[in-house]
């Protein structure tokens, strides 16, 4: 058991550097400064959850149909990895800054969007496994 509390903790901490670069690479990138939705609408965020939920789909997809895998690397790779990478509660924080901020349409979008392109990438990863 004390193995699988530092495989989650080593899982977290790197999906959490993760989150942190990729977040920051999009938010801070030329496509996100020149979009129609310009860098007040969290980019970052949602590319990562949509990413989280298509690789946390496709793992557990094939964790599922290939059988017994080690329960530290499952634990390291769903848990730690993809729980520090996903960033659904700063989604939620976002969305209700741009609420608290007037962007009304910004929040809807971001609320609305992030679950439910969130749910097709989890069946898409989950579909994927399927092919390996």
């Known amino acids: 058991m004390p193995l699988r509390f530092l495989a989650i903790a080593a899982g977290g901490a790197l999906g959490a550097l993760a989150r942190y670069a990729l977040t920051v690479g999009i938010q801070g990138s030329r496509w996100v400064a020149t979009s129609r939705l310009g860098s007040a609408f969290p980019w970052g965020t949602l590319a990562v959850n949509l990413l989280g939920c298509l690789a946390i789909g496709l793992l557990a997809g094939l964790f599922h149909r290939r059988g017994t895998v080690d329960p530290e690397l499952r634990a390291f790779l769903l848990i730690g990895l993809l729980g520090g990478f996903t960033t659904f509660s700063t989604f939620a924080l976002e969305s209700t800054a741009l609420l608290k901020g ?28 399927r092919a390996l």
């Open 102 to 129: 007037g962007s009304y349409g910004l929040a809807l979008l971001n609320a609305v969007g992030s679950p439910l392109l969130g749910l097709f990438g989890v069946w898409l990863g989950d579909s994927l496994s």
